[in-house]
């Protein structure tokens, strides 16, 4: 668990680990320069769009002051995968530089690929769906859910609120990629029936729905077109049902004045886990 503790304080724990002793001559402080033409993309990257603009700030920057923080590559035959880096890595190549300093480490997949979440995360460069992928990726390595937030230094709660998101429609995941919509459209087109996710989708895109707005979203019936968006008439309890929502990362309703039910809503039983645990409950 020590490891994983260290992925959650950051990379500098782990930068302070011994240099591997594949590495090449010539280094310095743990520091190496290597050609450009040895390093590669790693085969699995959470950051899956570079600006092009912002690149060629970077590049010019480069060109000017030079690479001011190493690349954290490791050994893959003759060459060497970056690990953490890739947008200096694109952008040296925009400035021409034919030599980059690197810190080499021998790691294994699984703490590679938490290594750059981590460092991805914490530069907040992660579209939401990035960040979803990258857990999905960590679980697709073995870990559980609560294994992925303690390793990225995340509560169990936002992983799996990111998670949900890979469970939207197709149209849904295309306008949350592009920027149409936020992740608080996709959390409350989630919250619609299965049936009723593509309207709602519409419905936010055409009307420029706020995140507000699209939470409050009921369909009444297919509307005819240029209709006005159809609301739930104002509840005693609507605010709550929003606060509540908002807190345990799922739809939540109240009915009832005087007496009544609150319903929560889960989608699997890893999700029923989560909200037990959030009410005080172990799960058996």
């Known amino acids: 668990m020590s490891r994983k503790s260290s992925l959650g304080r950051g990379l500098d724990a782990l930068l302070a680990r011994p240099v591997t002793d594949t590495a090449p001559p010539g280094s310095a402080g743990g520091v190496q320069t290597l050609n ?12 899956q769009v570079f600006e092009p603009g912002s690149l060629a700030e970077l590049a010019q920057s480069i ?44 790691l294994g997949d699984r703490e590679a690929l938490e290594i750059a979440i981590v460092e991805n995360l914490q530069r907040e460069d992660l579209g939401p769906l990035e960040e979803a992928r990258a857990y999905q990726a960590l679980l697709d390595q073995g870990l559980n859910q609560e294994g992925v937030a303690q390793a990225v230094g995340k509560g169990r709660s936002t992983v799996s609120n990111a998670l949900r998101l890979l469970t939207l429609g197709e149209g849904a995941l295309r306008a949350l990629d592009s920027g149409k919509i936020s992740a608080g459209h996709a959390r409350a087109i989630l919250a ?23 939470e409050a979203l009921r369909r009444e019936g297919r509307p005819r077109a240029g209709a006005p968006v159809k609301v739930n008439p104002p509840r005693t309890y609507r605010q709550l049902e929003l606060d509540l929502s908002r807190r345990t990362g799922t739809r939540v309703r109240i009915t009832g004045e005087g007496k009544g039910k609150v319903e929560l809503n889960y989608a699997s039983r890893e999700e029923l886990d989560r909200l037990l645990n959030l009410l005080g409950f172990e799960a058996e």
């Open 63 to 106: 060109r000017e002051k030079g690479i001011i923080q190493p690349l954290l590559v490791r050994p893959r035959g003759e060459a060497f995968e970056i690990v953490a880096g890739e947008r200096r890595w694109r952008a040296s190549q925009l400035a021409g530089l034919t030599e980059l300093p690197v810190i080499i480490r021998d």
């Open 36 to 47: 450009i033409d040895r390093i590669v993309q790693a085969g699995y990257q959470p950051r």
């Open 192 to 214: 619609q029936a299965d049936g009723d996710r593509a309207w709602a989708l519409e419905q936010i895109t055409t009307r420029g729905l706020s995140v507000r707005e699209a």
